[in-house]
């Protein structure tokens, strides 16, 4: 894996518009592990404020004509906001529906969303709904794996389940961090099935930033994790996201 191979996710920068973060992207984003970030794809993101309307996107890709935009998650496109995910996709049928048009509208390639709550469907159904999703957005949709927490509320959030992801034919998207705090809860690193699920063609994106395994605190990687040697096995077609928060004070 190259330096080259990591893009900018609007993650880096929470808590400002999504215009605002954008305008990062026109100075040079370095990291750490990664170098300078490419801005060749960027994820449009939850954790930036406003609503994302046609006239923001609009503007979002007249300004950056070079930069392929892609939705993540449940980023806020409708003025109430929804906590959106896969496994709710029944009732969130307007979020749904609004993000699918404002994703037509980037000519976004992929897609990504989180699994969601055991509450509301079973590992099957959200499947499910990933399939009719990628039928409405017109473009691959992937689903991205959880981890515990606790009460268990999250699908996709065992290495079972993240083996029922590999074997059910869907896209997907891997958060390394994500299995950090899964490896560090279950005492069990699943290499083998981390680098399967990367090597896979369905792996769509990979996304990776830091956290001490207790929660997914979105921080620059400084250090080499213990996931590391397995990015060489990432397949060529994924695009690779930082979310590592630049706003943050790192350590000197």
């Known amino acids: 894996m190259t330096r080259t191979n990591v893009h900018a996710s609007l993650a880096c920068w929470p808590g400002l518009r999504h215009d605002q973060a954008a305008r990062q992207l026109t100075s040079a984003v370095v990291e750490p592990l990664f170098g300078r970030l490419s801005t060749d794809h960027v994820q449009l993101v939850p954790q930036n404020l406003g609503v994302l309307t046609e006239a923001v996107v609009d503007g979002l890709m007249a ?52 699994a969601g709550a055991r509450r509301d469907a079973t590992m099957a159904a959200m499947l499910e709904h990933t399939r009719r999703c990628a039928d409405l957005f017109g473009c691959v949709v992937g689903v991205e794996g959880q981890y515990p927490a606790a009460g268990n509320p999250w699908l996709v959030s065992t290495w079972p389940e993240y083996r029922q992801l590999f074997d059910s034919a869907v896209p997907y998207a891997i958060d390394l961090s994500h299995l950090h705090i899964l490896a560090c809860h279950s005492g069990v690193r699943d290499n083998a099935l981390v680098r399967d699920m990367l090597a896979c063609e369905r792996c769509i994106e990979v996304h990776v930033s830091a956290n001490d395994g207790r929660g997914d605190w979105h921080q620059v990687c400084e250090q080499p994790p213990w996931w590391w040697p397995l990015l060489q096995y990432i397949n060529p077609k994924a695009v690779v996201f930082s979310e590592g928060n630049h706003r943050r004070k790192r350590t000197p």
Not at 71 to 77: G, M, T
Not at 84 to 97: C, I, K, N, T, V
């Open 63 to 114: 300004a950056f004509p070079q930069v392929r935009f892609r939705l993540h998650a449940n980023v806020r496109v409708l003025p109430q906001h929804h906590l959106a995910d896969l496994s709710g996709y029944p009732a969130h049928r307007e979020w749904f529906r609004q993000a699918a048009r404002i994703s037509r509208r980037l000519a976004a390639p992929a897609y990504t969303a989180h």
